[in-house]
């Protein structure tokens, strides 16, 4: 293999798109020789600009004279210098017959370099959708849900076919290829477009991006900052801009957007290091149109505009974001943009510095370089779909508040089992990130776990790991409650003066969790527990954020998410009864869902199957023992003291909605003070409701309570309930019996 052919393969040097060879090939030997595109213009005697535009690919045929220029300082070889200047004369290789997929903007399909039209709007949205999933396959609800959102014809899988057919021919090739040609296979569940990575231009942008997060970890700026060029280049605008909302909105579009957002701040990051800060402005100024209320993009914009010798144009920035927070959200801006206003206003230097400069201390830049360690991102994935808690999620904003004096430090997410406490959290978390420049931390405590629950010492040394804490300062057994403290402390002085988000999930209690909260006021804590924890709340601060069953509207809405909306609209009274026989349970919905698109049956078919007894056994995904309500219900129940889970199994034979504290003494043959207790053991748990000093259970609870009841130990608190008839004439049959004071008046029904 020719010194030439080696260059080219640099994987560093792969061509952006369509540029021409010779770009790639000159950044490969100007890397091989260990130079700067600075060092290597002077040595050529051109400008760094010209360069520039040679790499980048678009000087797409340079002068033979500018190349020759270049073979010294590069120490080009006779041979390779041949190399270049073949390749300059020949231009790029043509291929007429390849076929391009475009959807990082407006939809497009090419053919060399040729558009090719696609008129009809259910193909636009067929081809949109397959690139949007590819390499993995649409399914046919997917495929249905889109090309008709307002629901199907009865006709529809047949329309499918014909709309598969058509896309088949529009993107056959035609005339010589170099390439596979790009086909639509049918797979069990649906289509997948079958095409290289580079035929589809979000295909392309990942892998560009995936080479950019391996440079950032090598620490080298340059050509971190060639690779983001070439990936943010791929786009023309929002992900299918001009496809109708259903597509724009389908969750692969919108993770594609975050994406595009995560390069342009790394891009700026690096823009800003390596002193090119101008570059770095357009990408900036078109995203913050489409994110107007992106903080880390305004931030980036007003730093990157004040460095350019915009400073006028930079505090405009700053008024217009300003103006429209108070105006939509009503809040200030967060730290970051203000740092970056203040920045501009005193005339401080906004890029960071090169590596191996020192950085005076008063001059901390608001933002990570380019050739900062990773941060921790432990947030687990968030669902996919996700329905209301608007006013939960206020409150846990606050956490965000631009006023520190208002802003609470802890806030506490607590409900049942399976009533969406972690995907409340999660999802939050995914939203609010961007707040938390130094990264986020996540840890399932364990709380309610078949595991045993995770000591705080074992949690801290695993915090500090992520946190980049050398292991020569831990304990040799920081799990030891001995050595708690001193990893707390550790802990703590790590976070000082960090802005990061710790979320705490599944906690036991409050002991469990109280050494893992930094007194940092830029943190802060998100914990999720089935208790109520009200320790947390009295003695340190906690906002407490409780979670309901859904009501049936959001209940219809999370079901058409998973089964698609327009079937629960062709289906509404069964879609309102399928949501009822889950109690307004989300976890107990999202299985019903999951069971109803495995099987494709109708949901008023599904809810013939779930009614009646037994309702918990068919409430499970097969395969998967934590898709089912029984194991989280039973998680719980565990956990209780004897008298506690008596108390409960009794709850079960309720004849009505709910109990006050007498009748459920007379129902566990009891005194009152300790029917009370347990009753407050219970609701602590989230297993019974209380309201207004009566106690109940949730639909689904009711019938797990039941199943735990053996057969005498039911029928003794039925007899304590409802005494029986014998030795008493003249009683109707059912008539319930004026137990212990209460019973009649509270135990049958809701007064």
């Known amino acids: 293999m020719s010194d030439t052919t080696s260059a ?70 006779s041979d390779e210098l041949a190399g270049l200047l073949t390749a300059a004369r020949t231009g790029p290789p043509r291929d007429a017959g390849r076929t391009r997929l475009l959807i990082l903007g407006p939809l497009g399909l090419q053919r ?93 942008f990942d892998a560009l991006l995936a080479q950019a997060d391996r440079l950032h970890r090598e620490a080298d700026p340059e050509a971190l900052y060639e690779s983001l060029t070439g990936a943010l280049r791929c786009w023309r605008g929002p992900v299918l801009a001009d496809a109708d909302p259903v597509l724009r909105r ?74 429209r927070l108070d105006e939509e959200l009503g809040i200030e801006p967060g730290a970051e943009v203000r740092e970056a206003q203040l920045r501009v206003l005193r005339r401080q230097p906004s ?35 996700y329905v209301g808690r608007r006013p939960q999620t206020h409150v846990l904003d606050t956490l965000v508040a631009p006023d520190p004096a208002r802003r609470p ?39 309610h776990s078949r595991l045993p629950a995770l000591r705080p010492g074992d949690v801290l040394a695993q915090f500090l790991r992520a946190l980049g804490a050398p292991p020569r300062e831990l304990p040799e057994n920081p799990g030891n409650p001995e050595n708690e403290g001193e990893v707390a402390a550790l802990y703590r002085t790590l976070l000082a003066h960090k802005r990061l988000l710790i979320v705490l999930d599944d906690a036991r209690d ?105 309702i918990l056994g068919r409430l499970h995904i097969e395969g998967d023992r934590r898709s089912t309500v029984r194991s989280a219900f039973e998680l719980s129940y565990r956990t209780l003291p004897d008298e506690a889970r008596g108390m409960f199994r009794l709850l079960g034979q309720l004849p009505g909605p709910d109990i006050t504290v007498d009748a459920a003494a007379a129902l566990a043959g009891s005194t009152p003070a300790d029917s009370a207790v347990l009753l407050a053991r219970l609701a602590d748990a989230h297993l019974v409701r209380e309201r207004a000093g009566r106690f109940g259970l949730d639909v689904l609870l009711r019938s797990y309570a039941r199943e735990l009841t053996g057969t005498e130990e039911a029928r003794a608190a039925r007899l304590r309930i ?10 109707r049959r059912n008539e319930p019996d004026n137990c212990s004071g209460s019973c009649a008046s509270s135990a049958g029904s809701r007064t």
């Open 250 to 323: 389908h969750p692969a579009a919108v993770a594609a957007d975050e994406r595009r957002v995560r390069a342009a701040l790394l891009h700026a990051d690096t823009a800003l290091l390596l002193r090119r800060s101008e570059e770095a402005v357009p990408v900036l100024a078109d995203l913050a149109n489409s994110e107007p209320l992106h903080e880390g993009l305004h931030a980036r914009l007003i730093l990157a505009l004040a460095d350019s010798g915009e400073q006028a144009a930079a505090l405009k920035v700053f008024a217009r974001l300003r103006h």
């Open 510 to 614: 409050a002991a469990q969790v109280r050494p893992l909260i930094p007194g940092a006021p830029g943190c802060a804590v998100v914990i999720t527990s089935r208790s109520r924890l009200a320790g947390l709340v009295s003695t340190d601060g906690a906002r407490r954020v409780a979670l309901d069953v859904l009501d049936p509207d959001e209940g219809r809405r999370l079901l058409g998410s998973i089964v698609g909306a327009c079937n629960v609209a062709a289906e509404e009274e069964a879609a309102r009864r399928l949501v009822e026989l889950c109690g307004g349970l989300p976890l107990a919905i999202r299985i019903a869902g999951a069971n109803l698109v495995a099987r494709d049956a109708s949901i008023a078919d599904h809810c013939a199957e779930l009614a009646g007894d037994g």
């Open 722 to 731: 409802l005494p029986s008839q014998a030795g008493r004439p003249g009683r």
């Open 409 to 447: 430090h802890v806030a506490v997410v607590v409900g049942a089992p399976g009533v969406g406490k972690t995907a409340l959290a999660t999802h939050w978390a995914h939203a609010r990130r961007d707040h938390f420049t130094d990264g986020q931390l996540f840890v399932d405590l364990r709380g």
């Open 8 to 77: 080219a393969a640099d994987p560093r040097g792969a061509p952006l798109g369509e540029q021409g060879p010779v770009g790639p090939l000159i950044q490969a030997f100007r890397r091989r020789a260990g130079l700067s595109q600075e060092a290597a213009a002077a040595g050529a005697g051109i400008s760094t600009r010209a360069l520039r535009d040679i790499e980048r690919g678009r000087a797409r045929r340079p002068r033979p004279r500018t190349l020759s220029s270049l073979a010294e300082p590069l120490g080009l070889s």
């Open 112 to 204: 060399g370099r040729t558009p090719v039209p696609v008129t009809g709007p259910m193909l636009r949205r067929l081809l949109g959708l397959l690139a949007l999933k590819h390499p993995e396959p649409a399914t046919q609800q997917e495929i249905t849900d889109t090309l008709w959102p307002s629901g199907p014809p009865h006709s529809h899988p047949s329309l499918i076919h014909t709309y598969v057919s058509q896309a088949r021919r529009l993107l056959a090739p035609c005339g010589p290829r170099s390439a596979p040609p790009t086909v639509i296979a049918r797979t069990p569940t649906g289509y997948r477009l079958e095409a290289s990575r580079n035929q589809i231009d979000l295909g392309l």
């Open 351 to 385: 890029r960071p510095r090169r590596s191996g400069h020192s950085t005076p201390a008063h001059s901390t830049p608001p933002h990570r370089t380019a050739t900062a360690g990773p941060v921790p991102a432990q947030l687990p994935a968030g669902a996919d779909t």
